[in-house]
């Protein structure tokens, strides 16, 4: 069929040498071939966000972008958030708030919540309501994640982030 | 070991604690494995063909260019061969049998989006090549029926498209009419939308050709009821098909049903002797998963000069899109069965049209029938109090039944079973709900709003849901040497929290820590028996059969760690996760308790060997929570815009688990309401094509329209029908929402009745307002 090309993917910090067509995504990437299946797919179209990811810090839609394009760059994906058996706050937060239900919008959630507070960690609240608003979730009714990502918000404007391991 | 200070409190009461949830740690970690996460070796991967075409004759398919595809496998309906059809789980009205949809089609196309073929290849992206090789030719002959108020078509030669007209009531309805100091009718009508779960849907099948076993991952709902159908349809031994449930991303009750596309997987695996996974795309999803709710209802009701309801007479076009599928015809006799919610109404007829159209099937999702049926109720109770000149609470209270009529037998069935509201105080729930929510307040605050020139109201709705459907339900609870407990049900967990409700209950009843328990669901290869996650039946039905079988083992444990510990059973109490003697503090583990208990301890003595327990839960009857939902909102009259401003709802669940999880399901339903009711709709055009197949057409809630909702939850009613007293909370937030919507923009227009249809898109409120001023009905 389509020729694979080789590439080298650094996800959460590890490099992944893998061989995958020009036309695949990066969300099917990072899930078939680098077998981190904690970035959902919920449209394949930009739309619901559940494939969020960051790169270089910054969130992107990770079915909107092929695997070749994000060559170089610093992918992190929701497996990267906890250090260990640690979690992260923002996943604590998410626990503690009951921001999620299934489950399945989570991970887009966390990381479009992670690479927004990185690059802009003093955002205003409005502003960071607004960008949640750019995800889907069906199961909470939204206002637990909200909260969530208040606390997460609080939290980053009291602490100075660490440097992604 | 000795332990002087005995707690006071005991510390085990995890019943009615918000306490955080089992489920959430790997989810939040990116552990979680759903379906589409999983793979088996040398699997191949399938996508289905759609009909393009919402009706007409197949002439030809074309799978020339497919065929020539290496590694791939074409299937027609023809190759497929004869396969039986899916047959009915639920409402088996006789007559409906040839209404079945096939799992290819066959001859005809009926909607757009029918699975006409499917390709197997070694990759997805190279299935989807093939599949869009595929040329279905279809001769258009009659064309598409889309409306089901339109006089029935024919289905098959000699087959209507009408299957059946469910009747049903009670009483003299003409001689009330006759008698009635005033008759209200209102022509009411709810829009085509559904569940739409984050997670598409997808199936996962490995036959094993040297067992002759199948497994097949990626069931919910009803993984045992689909195991056994399956395995009829195949000719096969239950005891060869297992059913797995992995994570699940929500199912809202459209997901886990038995679809044509979890048969044709299962062939595959069968015939072509590989694995085969199948993970749908949302634009298939759109058009192929279960829609519901588009119902027009016309409705009357004869009142006397008091207010008093004497007859409600109803005429319901259910549209069913193009084949009846596993529910038959429930949601239609449901949504008459269950209209009448909180009222006293002497004498009823009800008629439903079950009628098919060139759509999408339909079926059940989260509160059927009754987001409907509480939308044109509720109306109704507004329509009459405006043309009585009476406050709307008032004439609610006056048809309210009251407390000391508890159980009331309405003389209907809804599920196949008699509906006999179980308990509740509506009249003191309307109370609490006005001053929780501050009423009063409120209409003030608008009236001053609309004095100042905003279009802003207040909607009330209140509604009578229905919960813990039977028949059974069967747990194991089995506590091992390490002290962990787990819990196996064949109930299904969709992402609404199950397993740490039961683990609450469990854990209560047992005396030990809820993290300690582990509860196993959707597994068939687990436990012999088991209905599932639906029609909020779980906390009640698992949750009163894990109590009993905790029970059981409580005093098992107990007899055996007095022993332990030398005392009088009675002495001994489990708490904490230990067994400890009143009269001297010493204790010993729930793991010990075990270890004693092991087959060839010498302790153990002629006691039963082990720790674990089975018990079943039968009930023939639902139990019925109710609640209030009582909106705020604003109308921006230029755009059409309605925004909500603020949302409270009180709720009776009898006996809250937990609260928390109860506010989420009630928080969830709620943004599912309000899309119903203001945003979600499958349109089509005249020629039946879908043009809602993307979310870019078809408009969810985001966080962007939900507004603050404050949530009373009480538990002034538990449900006699169990010991805890439980009742369900998986709709509450869905049911009365686009009842309390329209009457909020009635009220923020000042136009009474204003609001006929659901969704009030900004389209539909411009247009509907022109015609209301011009003097127009709906
Ligand atoms: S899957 Fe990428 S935005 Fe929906
Ligand atoms: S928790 Fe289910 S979609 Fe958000």
Known sequence: MTDKTAITLTVNGSDHHIACAPRKTLADALREDCGLTGTHLGCEHGVCGACTITVNDAPVRSCLMFAVQAEGGDIRTVEGLAKGDDLSPLQQFFIDEHALQCGYCTPGFLMLIEGTLRQTPDISEDELDEILSSNLCRCTGYRNILRAARRALDHARTTTPEPAA | ?778
Request: with cysteine; charged share 25%; glycine share 10%.
């Open chain 2, 1 to 778: 070991m000795t332990d002087a200070t005995l707690p006071n409190a005991r510390r085990s009461a995890w019943i009615g604690q918000s306490v955080t949830r089992l489920e959430d740690r790997p989810l939040v970690a990116g552990l979680g494995r759903f379906v589409a996460d999983m793979d088996r070796p040398r699997q191949l991967h399938a996508r289905i063909v759609r009909s393009p075409h919402a009706t007409g004759r197949i002439t030809d398919i074309d799978c020339a260019e497919a065929d020539a595809m290496p590694g791939v496998t074409v299937w027609t309906a023809e190759r497929l061969g004869e396969v039986p059809r899916i047959p009915f789980r639920a409402t088996k009205i006789s007559g409906l049998e040839p209404y079945v949809q096939p799992v290819l089609a066959v001859e005809r196309v009926r909607y757009v989006g029918e699975p006409v073929a499917i390709v197997f290849a070694e990759d997805p992206y190279v299935a989807e090549d093939a599949a869009e090789t595929i040329f279905v030719d279809v001769e258009d002959d009659n064309p598409p029926i889309l409306d089901a108020r339109a006089a029935p078509g024919t289905f098959l030669p000699g087959i209507s498209t009408e299957p059946v007209v469910v009747e049903k009531g009670y009483g003299d309805v003409e001689a009330a009419f006759a008698a009635a100091a005033h008759v209200v009718e209102l022509d009411l009508a709810t829009g085509r939308h559904s569940g739409i779960p984050m997670e598409p849907r997808g199936a996962l099948a490995e036959w094993d050709a040297g067992r002759g076993h199948l497994d097949l991952w990626g069931a919910t709902k009803r993984p045992h009821w689909n195991r056994d159908r399956l395995a009829e349809m195949f000719g096969l031994s239950p005891t060869c098909i297992d059913l797995h449930e992995p994570h699940v991303g929500g199912g809202f009750g459209i997901r886990g049903e038995l679809y044509p596309e979890d048969v044709l997987v299962c062939m595959g695996a069968m015939r072509l002797r590989r694995p085969v996974k199948w993970v749908e795309d949302r634009r298939e999803h759109m058009m192929a998963a279960n829609h519901s709710r588009e119902q027009q209802h016309l409705i009357r009701a004869a009142v006397d000069a008091d207010g008093h309801i004497l007859a409600i007479d109803e005429t319901l076009h259910h549209d069913q899109g193009a084949y009846v599928r596993t529910h038959g015809a429930r949601v239609a006799d449901m949504s008459i069965g269950l209209l009448l919610g909180p009222y006293r109404v002497p004498a009823y007829a009800a008629r439903a049209h079950f009628r098919l159209t060139a759509k999408t099937p339909a079926a059940t999702y989260r509160a059927p029938g009754r987001f409907e049926g509480s939308f044109v109720r509720e109306r109704l109770m507004d329509a009459i109090a405006q043309r009585l000149a009476m406050d709307p609470l008032e004439l609610r209270r006056r048809n309210f039944i009251g407390t000391s009529e508890m159980p009331y037998q309405r003389g209907l069935t809804a599920l196949e079973s008699e509906v006999v509201l179980d308990s509740g105080d509506y009249d003191g729930l309307l109370t609490k709900a006005q001053d929780f929510c501050g009423w009063n307040d409120m209409q003030a605050e608008a009236a001053a709003r609309r004095a100042a020139g905003e279009a802003v109201g207040i909607g009330l709705g209140f509604f009578v849901e229905k919960s813990g459907l039977g028949p059974s339900e069967l747990v194991r609870v089995t506590i091992a040497t390490d002290g962990e407990i787990e819990i196996v049900t064949g109930a299904a967990s969709l992402g609404q929290g199950m397993e740490t409700a039961i683990a609450q209950i469990a854990a209560d009843t047992l005396g030990a820590d809820y993290t300690a328990c582990r509860v196993i669901h959707g597994q068939t290869d687990r436990i012999t028996h088991g209905w599932g996650a639906h029609a909020s039946r779980v906390t009640v039905m698992t949750g009163e059969a894990t109590r009993r079988a905790a029970t059981e083992l409580h005093d098992r444990a107990r007899d055996m760690a007095a022993e332990l510990l030398d005392a009088l059973p009675t002495d001994v109490i489990l708490d904490g996760g230990r067994a400890t003697n009143t009269a001297t503090g010493d204790h010993v583990t729930l793991g010990q308790i075990a270890a004693a208990l092991d087959p060839v301890s010498p302790r153990r003595g002629d006691r039963q060997p082990g720790l674990s327990a089975e018990a079943w839960f039968h009930n023939t009857h639902m139990n019925y929570p109710y609640g209030a939902h009582i909106a705020m909102v604003a109308v921006d009259t230029e755009t059409g815009r309605t925004t909500v401003e603020r949302y409270a709802i009180s709720y009776d669940v009898g006996r809250a688990v937990n609260p928390a999880m109860i506010e989420g399901q009630i928080l969830g339903g709620l943004a599912q309401g309000l899309g119903g009711a203001l945003l979600e709709e499958f349109r089509y055009d005249q020629d039946g094509q879908p043009l809602s197949v993307t979310f870019a057409d078809y408009l969810m809630p985001s966080s962007a329209e939900m507004p603050e909702v404050a949530i009373q939850i009480l538990e002034d009613a538990p449900s006699p029908l169990n010991p805890l007293g439980l009742k369900g909370s998986g709709e509450a937030g869905v049911t009365a929402a686009g009842a309390a919507i329209a009457a909020a923009i009635d009220d923020a227009l000042q136009r009474p009745g204003l609001v006929t249809r659901l969704p009030v898109t900004p389209q539909y409120l411009h247009a509907r307002l022109a015609q209301f001023d011009a003097g127009g009905d709906a």
